[in-house]
């Protein structure tokens, strides 16, 4: 559409001043003080109320409402920083020792704000309301469970939830989808095996929780091996494994733990499963007990296919079809956007950073990463056109 393309190019200078902005003073993760506040006013000179009867620990959200009533679509942006002392050489580099914005959300914050500034412009067009999430705390994956504490998405009852994170893979101005698992999970377990200490010079009087331990390690990697299909994915990593005190005593336990990745839930749920069974009757054939906790840390980020084909039309409509890029395989990173995805149908889309300059091909989270910036203009392009299309 004509309009949000020159609207979007019109203001495009302002959300890369305002970037550059945040680039230079980021905030740590429950610490995005200033950073709220710069949002906060930057939505109130557009004119689009804050949300003001849900409190948020930091960051925050506003509500533009359409022409006429209809449903609801939440945008989120998350707008923190890393604990990295940026070497990017920018002229607008951190001005924070040790802190910097190496994963791009300083880019997610201000093509939100374009976005909302553009929506706002357009919003007699609009049937129903967008939900603009201004989301903390990303980085240490509270923020959105803070979010949904908070008690937002009850209130605000969003129909679709959309996402956007930069990319280093892509170039600029392209965006990448992948419908189904396009993040994953990410699973803490720790595994108590009890057995009976005694004298290493008499391992019959003894159960050795040592070598049941061990054997549990190798009947482990059969859960990834023999119990998930070979084209889904899944990691179980022992990483840790504490046992004894002395060369000559059989101790009393052994502690494994480890984590569990996997991009689809029937996976997950499975692999927990065999993990429990696993270490349960492998701990019992030995004669030795053993206690499985499981802790469920970041679900697996699953986009809706529906909701990526409304992506993909907005993008193709603002960008041009060939700038629309299918991703495979997943990424086995976790983002916490996915919490939203369980109780809202969504999907995330990547947003293309990559430039001719070798840093920007670094990895996310590398010190001297560098972003497109016309990632800016690309995000928020994206995000006007699904809006006014879901909206209509
Ligand atoms: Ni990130």
Request: glycine content about 20%.
């Given at each position: 559409m004509q309009q949000i393309a020159s609207l979007i190019q019109q203001y495009t200078p302002d959300a890369v001043a305002l970037r550059r902005n945040l680039h230079r003073h980021p905030e740590l993760s429950m610490k995005e003080v200033n950073t709220t506040r710069l949002i906060q006013e930057t939505l109130q000179s557009y004119g689009i109320p804050l949300i003001q009867d849900v409190t948020l620990p930091s960051g925050t959200a506003a509500l533009l409402q359409g022409g006429q009533p209809g449903k609801t679509l939440m945008l989120r942006a998350d707008i923190d920083a890393l604990p990295v002392q940026e070497k990017s050489g920018l002229p607008f580099a951190s001005e924070c020792p040790g802190v910097c914005h190496s994963c791009g959300h300083d880019i997610h914050t201000s093509a939100l704000l374009l976005c909302a500034r553009v929506l706002s412009q357009m919003r007699e067009q609009l049937k129903g309301q967008v939900l603009f999430l201004f989301q903390p705390a990303e980085e240490t994956g509270s923020g959105a469970a803070a979010v949904l504490e908070s008690g937002l998405l009850e209130r605000?009852?969003?129909?679709?939830?959309?996402?956007?994170?930069?990319?280093?893979?892509?170039?600029?101005?392209?965006?990448?989808?992948?419908?189904?698992?396009?993040?994953?999970?990410?699973?803490?377990?720790?595994?108590?095996?009890?057995?009976?200490?005694?004298?290493?010079?008499?391992?019959?009087?003894?159960i050795d929780p040592i070598v049941t331990a061990c054997y549990l390690v190798g009947q482990l990697q059969s859960v990834v091996s023999r119990s998930v299909a070979p084209l889904d994915s899944a990691v179980v990593t022992i990483g840790k494994f504490t046992a004894g005190t002395a060369a000559n005593v059989i101790p009393d336990e052994a502690v494994l733990e480890g984590t569990v990745r996997t991009v689809d839930p029937a996976v997950q749920a499975l692999v927990e499963q065999r993990i429990r069974d696993v270490s349960t009757y492998c701990a019992a054939a030995m004669g030795a007990q053993c206690e499985v906790e499981y802790h469920r840390g970041m679900p697996p980020l699953v986009c809706d296919p529906q909701v990526v084909d409304l992506l993909d039309a907005a993008a193709s409509q603002q960008l041009g079809k060939e700038q629309v890029r299918y991703l495979e395989p997943p990424s086995m990173g976790s983002e916490d956007f996915a919490r939203y995805l369980q109780q809202i149908p969504g999907a995330m889309f990547r947003i293309g950073t990559a430039t001719d300059a070798p840093a920007s091909h670094l990895p996310l989270h590398n010190a001297g990463i560098l972003f497109d910036e016309q990632g800016i203009p690309t995000g928020a392009s994206v995000m006007c056109q699904l809006a006014v299309n879901y909206l209509r």
């Open positions: 605000y009852k969003p129909d679709l939830a959309i996402g956007a994170h930069c990319w280093p893979d892509l170039p600029g101005g392209t965006v990448g989808l992948r419908k189904g698992g396009f993040m994953a999970s990410s699973d803490t377990f720790l595994i108590r095996v009890t057995g009976r200490g005694g004298h290493g010079a008499h391992p019959h009087k003894s």
